[in-house]
């Protein structure tokens, strides 16, 4: 059975990085699928952030894409999130997941726990 | 980008009884287009892909219909456990709709 697990700061100050890892048990990240990252501000909906396949490519929310970076270990059996020059608008619960099939980068058929990440000084 | 809209927001269903759920597209997403359910404080789950498939282990009380810009997800007897917040994403470039929150009536 495939877990996911969120780790990281909880709490970013305005204009720096965020940064998340996601550590995988289970499965073998080197195996297939894409693997990546969803978020939900509080009390709102979800938005797709970016995902990588484990070969490396990478694919990311248009909107998103010029502060985001997604990257993946496979010695750690983990992949990670960095988005740059945060905002209050960024604060959200962020989830790491896995695909449902190898088909589709930012379907997720396999979820964390998610964590709440919440900008401010 | 692909904007997906939900009606309605809110949908007040009785046990028993059918749901039924709209998820519009902005532009045609073929039958790229999976729904979700999310209850309060966990992470949301993949309930049909493809617009009408059932993702694994899921019900077969839920049922997903549609191509093209308008797609339904319908619960056809809610059970306690259906009442939750329902997403739609659309699989061109993953945008999500706004949600459905189903209440108890």
């Known amino acids: 059975q495939v877990q996911l697990q969120e780790s990281g700061p909880g709490l970013v100050k305005p204009s720096e990085t965020l940064s998340l890892t996601c550590a995988v048990s289970g499965y073998s990240i080197s195996s297939g699928y894409y693997w990546g990252w969803i978020r939900q501000p509080p009390g709102k909906g979800l938005e797709w952030i970016g995902s990588i396949y484990h070969g490396g490519s990478t694919y990311y929310n248009p909107s998103l894409k010029s502060r985001v970076t997604i990257s993946i270990d496979t010695s750690k059996n983990q992949f990670s999130l960095k988005l740059s020059s945060v905002t209050a608008a960024d604060t959200a619960v962020y989830y790491c997941g896995r695909s449902y099939s190898g088909s589709y980068p930012g379907m997720f058929g396999y979820w964390g726990q998610g964590t709440l990440i919440t900008v401010s000084s | 980008e692909i904007v997906m809209t939900q009606s309605p927001a809110t949908l007040s269903v009785s046990p028993g009884e059918r749901a039924t759920l709209s998820c519009r597209a902005s532009q045609s997403v073929s039958s790229n287009l999976a729904w979700y359910q999310q209850k309060p404080g966990q992470a949301p789950r993949l309930l049909i892909y493809g617009a009408s498939t059932r993702a694994t282990g899921i019900p077969a009380r839920f049922s997903g219909s549609g191509s093209g810009t308008e797609f339904t997800l319908t619960i056809s007897s809610l059970q306690s456990e259906d009442f939750a917040v329902y997403y739609c994403?659309?699989?061109?470039?993953?945008?999500f709709g706004q949600g459905t929150k189903v209440e108890i009536k």
């Open positions: 994403q659309q699989s061109n470039n993953w945008t």
